[in-house]
């Protein structure tokens, strides 16, 4: 689909009375592979919904993106004092308008919401600059609903070229709700993702606000976006954003309107997530590995101490050692065979730490004499705490993917 719709925009782009040099800026291949390809066919997503000819969705489907780039532009104009991109935001801002123009005449409602959704963006820009002042979940909902606002008018004007527009006004509403949940999740991962460049521009994130603050004191914040990773909080803001998305899908099913584009494009934003979820499982057991590896036991020391002293040795070790941790950081593909060992790992690590901890338990009987004749069962536990870890130093020796 992607290939479609991008020739679709290139075509038009190119019979455009535009300069060279503003036609290749727009059409740049890093641009439009680099940004995700739902956005080259946006109103497509909400069509199956409205009666509207195939012909004219493309058409919306290219002022949309035009409109898209305008919006990235603009806002690395504001966030990044990019003053150059002004000119090219505003000349793809005017060719999306012309579209518009061309199927909506001038008295039609349409442009009473395209001037709420202008509104509502100077909101976002206003709200965005006090948000630091006292921020909560809340206002930072209201803020990326705000800042999504003009991915609202992919369904403001498929709902309006409708051919029976009263008929799908319920319809019209769920979308716009949905399509709130969808942008709050969609602005959680962009924090994700632009963790370092926004706090390299003092800009408003989530996820920086949420992470342990004196790490910042203590690391560089590329070191810290590490930290963000290892030390759970990624996990904890995909699956908040995992939530956003289950709300669209429920109101979406209890509407009767699973069946289309959008409702597979939510789950397939889900599906996303929680593959980034599950690689950073799957990294975090390999830092188990590595710590049982780096004999840092001790004798005298309990188990969930030696643990603990193991794995923030291993953390520390492996913020310098990016090869695994990039993999994690920058993909979200899994790899079944690797889980699978990964998970038997895990499963078996915890059994030695049971085990472990009932040997201690009976020895403490033993101690105190509350318990007699005791060491048939603590030989055997002894003897399937072998068992286990002979099983899991087999499988270290035979699965060399898991290091």
């Given at each position: 689909m992607k290939h479609k719709y991008k020739a679709l925009f290139t075509g038009y782009v190119k019979n455009l009375h535009i300069s060279d040099v503003d036609k290749n800026f727009i059409l740049d291949s890093d641009f439009i592979d680099d940004n995700p390809d739902f956005y080259l066919f946006y109103p497509l997503l909400f069509s199956e919904y409205f009666e509207v000819e195939e012909e004219i969705v493309s058409l919306l489907c290219v002022a949309g993106y035009f409109y898209y780039q305008s919006t990235i532009f603009l806002d690395k104009v504001i966030d990044e004092k990019q003053l150059e991109l002004l000119f090219s935001s505003m000349v793809c801002q005017e060719e999306a308008v012309k579209i518009l123009s061309s199927l909506f005449p001038l008295n039609s409602k349409f442009w009473s919401v395209w001037n709420k959704r202008k509104t509502d963006y100077k909101k976002a820009i206003l709200l965005e600059q006090k948000i630091t002042n006292n921020p909560n979940y809340e206002k930072y909902c209201e803020l990326a609903v705000l800042k999504a606002t003009f991915g609202n008018c992919a369904i403001d004007s498929i709902y309006h070229l409708s051919e029976d527009s009263k008929k799908t006004t319920s319809i019209y509403e769920v979308l716009l709700k949905t399509h709130d949940y969808f942008s709050v999740a969609y602005q959680l991962n962009d924090d994700i993702l632009d963790f370092?460049?926004?706090?390299?521009?003092?800009?408003?994130?989530?996820?920086?606000?949420?992470?342990?603050?004196?790490?910042?004191?203590?690391?560089?914040?590329?070191?810290?976006?590490?930290?963000?990773?290892?030390?759970?909080?990624?996990?904890?803001?995909?699956?908040?954003?995992?939530?956003?998305?289950?709300?669209?899908?429920?109101?979406?099913?209890?509407?009767?309107?699973?069946?289309?584009?959008?409702?597979?494009?939510?789950?397939?934003?889900?599906?996303?997530?929680?593959?980034?979820?599950?690689?950073?499982?799957?990294?975090?057991?390999?830092i188990e590995v590595e710590t049982e590896k780096s004999n840092i036991l001790q004798e005298n020391n309990n188990i969930e101490k030696s643990i603990l002293k193991g794995t923030e040795y291993i953390k520390k070790s492996l913020i310098k050692n990016q090869r695994l941790l990039n993999k994690t950081i920058n993909t979200s593909a899994g790899a079944p065979r690797e889980l699978k060992n990964i998970v038997k790992y895990s499963n078996l690590t915890k059994e030695i730490e049971s085990k472990t901890r009932q040997i201690k338990i009976l020895d403490d009987q033993i101690a105190k004499g509350t318990i007699q004749n005791a060491e048939t069962a603590r030989k055997n536990l002894i003897e399937e705490k072998e068992n286990f870890i002979q099983a899991r130093d087999q499988l270290i020796k035979s699965e060399k993917t898991i290091l």
């Amino acid at each position: 689909m992607k290939h479609k719709y991008k020739a679709l925009f290139t075509g038009y782009v190119k019979n455009l009375h535009i300069s060279d040099v503003d036609k290749n800026f727009i059409l740049d291949s890093d641009f439009i592979d680099d940004n995700p390809d739902f956005y080259l066919f946006y109103p497509l997503l909400f069509s199956e919904y409205f009666e509207v000819e195939e012909e004219i969705v493309s058409l919306l489907c290219v002022a949309g993106y035009f409109y898209y780039q305008s919006t990235i532009f603009l806002d690395k104009v504001i966030d990044e004092k990019q003053l150059e991109l002004l000119f090219s935001s505003m000349v793809c801002q005017e060719e999306a308008v012309k579209i518009l123009s061309s199927l909506f005449p001038l008295n039609s409602k349409f442009w009473s919401v395209w001037n709420k959704r202008k509104t509502d963006y100077k909101k976002a820009i206003l709200l965005e600059q006090k948000i630091t002042n006292n921020p909560n979940y809340e206002k930072y909902c209201e803020l990326a609903v705000l800042k999504a606002t003009f991915g609202n008018c992919a369904i403001d004007s498929i709902y309006h070229l409708s051919e029976d527009s009263k008929k799908t006004t319920s319809i019209y509403e769920v979308l716009l709700k949905t399509h709130d949940y969808f942008s709050v999740a969609y602005q959680l991962n962009d924090d994700i993702l632009d963790f370092v460049d926004d706090y390299k521009n003092k800009q408003f994130n989530w996820a920086i606000h949420n992470f342990e603050q004196s790490y910042f004191k203590k690391y560089s914040i590329e070191d810290c976006k590490k930290l963000f990773y290892l030390d759970g909080y990624a996990s904890k803001i995909f699956k908040l954003a995992i939530k956003e998305l289950d709300k669209a899908l429920l109101i979406l099913k209890e509407n009767q309107l699973s069946q289309s584009l959008w409702f597979n494009h939510i789950v397939e934003m889900k599906l996303k997530f929680e593959n980034s979820i599950n690689e950073i499982e799957n990294y975090l057991f390999q830092i188990e590995v590595e710590t049982e590896k780096s004999n840092i036991l001790q004798e005298n020391n309990n188990i969930e101490k030696s643990i603990l002293k193991g794995t923030e040795y291993i953390k520390k070790s492996l913020i310098k050692n990016q090869r695994l941790l990039n993999k994690t950081i920058n993909t979200s593909a899994g790899a079944p065979r690797e889980l699978k060992n990964i998970v038997k790992y895990s499963n078996l690590t915890k059994e030695i730490e049971s085990k472990t901890r009932q040997i201690k338990i009976l020895d403490d009987q033993i101690a105190k004499g509350t318990i007699q004749n005791a060491e048939t069962a603590r030989k055997n536990l002894i003897e399937e705490k072998e068992n286990f870890i002979q099983a899991r130093d087999q499988l270290i020796k035979s699965e060399k993917t898991i290091l």
